[in-house]
């Protein structure tokens, strides 16, 4: 059930827990550039990427109860649809305006299909971030403004955002592109697919 903002209704349990767990226990954190940053790095620290129930074939229900169960209560990892959608139902629950998105990862192509799912995200100061907890080995480790060639480090890796025509482009260290773009969900077709 969705309140009229978008936001959850009410807050299921798993997901009181999962807040709670990712690094906004305590008092109510405000939906700022400080929390998001801690809650991004909380959850990618913590959750690891993995995508074996799709491909064995077994499907990944996407709705937020299955989401809370296997990431939260059985501690399991998923892929980046399962882990943004459930990153984006905790931050809206923080009080955060989050837009989802599907993304292509270029990989030196330009025209692959958009089957990778991310987040922008509103932070109370008036800022939109780029909010990515679902990549992986290579991915964000904290979230990075929407600034023309803003920029994040941590150790020796390197990412950065910037425009290349209409699409925003997301460049690691390795110089692979994520550009961010909106699209209509396929999640069925990604999760069955052979």
Same mark, same amino acid.
Not at 4 to 19: K, M, N, Q, Y
Not at 103 to 119: E, Y
Not at 162 to 169: A, K, L, T
């Given at each position: 059930?969705? +309140?009229?903002?978008?936001?959850?209704?009410? $807050?299921?349990?798993?997901? @009181? %827990?999962?807040? %709670?767990?990712? +690094?906004? +226990?305590?008092?109510? !954190?405000?939906?700022?550039?400080?929390?998001?940053? +801690?809650?991004? @790095?909380?959850?990618?620290?913590?959750?690891?990427?993995? &995508?074996?129930?799709?491909?064995?074939? @077994?499907?990944?229900?996407?709705?937020?109860?299955?989401?809370?169960?296997?990431?939260?209560?059985?501690?399991?990892?998923?892929?980046?649809?399962?882990? &943004? *959608?459930?990153?984006? $139902?905790?931050?809206?629950?923080?009080?955060?305006?989050?837009?989802?998105? *599907?993304? !292509?990862?270029?990989?030196?192509? *330009?025209?692959?299909?958009?089957?990778?799912?991310?987040?922008?995200?509103?932070?109370?100061?008036?800022?939109?971030?780029?909010?990515?907890?679902? /990549?992986?080995?290579?991915?964000?480790?904290?979230?990075?403004?929407?600034?023309?060639?803003? $920029?994040? !480090?941590?150790?020796?890796?390197?990412?950065?955002?910037?425009?290349?025509?209409? /699409?925003?482009?997301? @460049?690691?260290?390795?110089?692979?592109?994520?550009?961010?773009?909106?699209?209509? $969900?396929?999640?069925?077709?990604?999760?069955?697919?052979?």
């Amino acid at each position: 059930m969705l +309140a009229d903002a978008g936001r959850p209704a009410t $807050a299921p349990r798993h997901l @009181r %827990a999962r807040i %709670a767990r990712r +690094a906004a +226990a305590g008092p109510r !954190r405000a939906p700022s550039a400080e929390t998001l940053r +801690a809650v991004h @790095r909380a959850h990618v620290t913590a959750i690891p990427f993995e &995508n074996l129930d799709v491909v064995l074939g @077994r499907g990944a229900p996407i709705d937020l109860e299955s989401l809370q169960d296997k990431l939260v209560g059985r501690r399991r990892g998923g892929y980046c649809h399962e882990h &943004n *959608l459930l990153f984006a $139902a905790a931050l809206e629950r923080l009080g955060f305006r989050v837009t989802r998105h *599907l993304a !292509r990862i270029r990989l030196g192509r *330009l025209h692959l299909p958009r089957t990778h799912a991310t987040l922008t995200v509103e932070t109370e100061e008036g800022g939109r971030w780029l909010a990515d907890v679902g /990549f992986g080995g290579e991915g964000l480790v904290e979230p990075l403004p929407f600034p023309d060639g803003a $920029a994040a !480090r941590l150790g020796g890796w390197e990412w950065r955002l910037g425009r290349d025509g209409d /699409f925003w482009v997301l @460049r690691d260290h390795l110089g692979i592109e994520l550009p961010e773009r909106d699209a209509a $969900a396929l999640l069925p077709r990604l999760t069955t697919a052979p």
